[in-house]
């Protein structure tokens, strides 16, 4: 088994389609951090949110301003909750997309939904408020990147020439010694 993951490293470290699903892995886990305080600011575990300050940015960030608005809140739900359950499915769908080929096809809708609300979100920052909300541009400049990371992994992921399946195996491993699949209980040999 030992020699299998080895031989999977090899495959993943010289496949060029693995850089774009680690980019796609880490900007999704990147927007999921940014939108950790502007959680605990709108459900009242933190009493501040605070911007960069300074010449440049002083007057550009109202984050507070902002994720306490009426508009952060749909249906009386912090958007950043929604944010994180979303982004969350985003993430498993990432996961999942490189042993099934329904996660790959729900995973580029849900890259396209996830871009155009970030882009929504912002556009409704500048036109409501004229500023905007940092940790909000974190979170809408990590969705560029997951999409573009994203669709260039899901280009290529349909490609049998691309290493597609270089990409670890999270399934039943196998016993190589006696050819048979092991199954969940079954000790490592």
Known sequence: ???VVADNAVQIKNCPNASAYTTLIAACGVAMAALVPIALFQSGAVHTLPDPSGKYFGQF???????SS???HPFGVPDSLLGLVSYGTTLALACSAPRSRFARKALGGKLLL???MAAMN?????AKFGRACSWCMITATSTAVMMAAGFRYLNNANHPDTCANALPDHGPQRNLAAGQPRTLWQNPT
């Not at 960030?61 to 994720?67: C, Y």
């Open 114 to 116: 996830d871009g155009s």
């Open 1 to 3: 088994m030992g020699n």
């Open 122 to 126: 912002t556009w409704k920052q500048f």
């Open 61 to 67: 960030f109202a984050s507070e301003q902002i994720t």
């Open 70 to 72: 009426r508009e952060a």
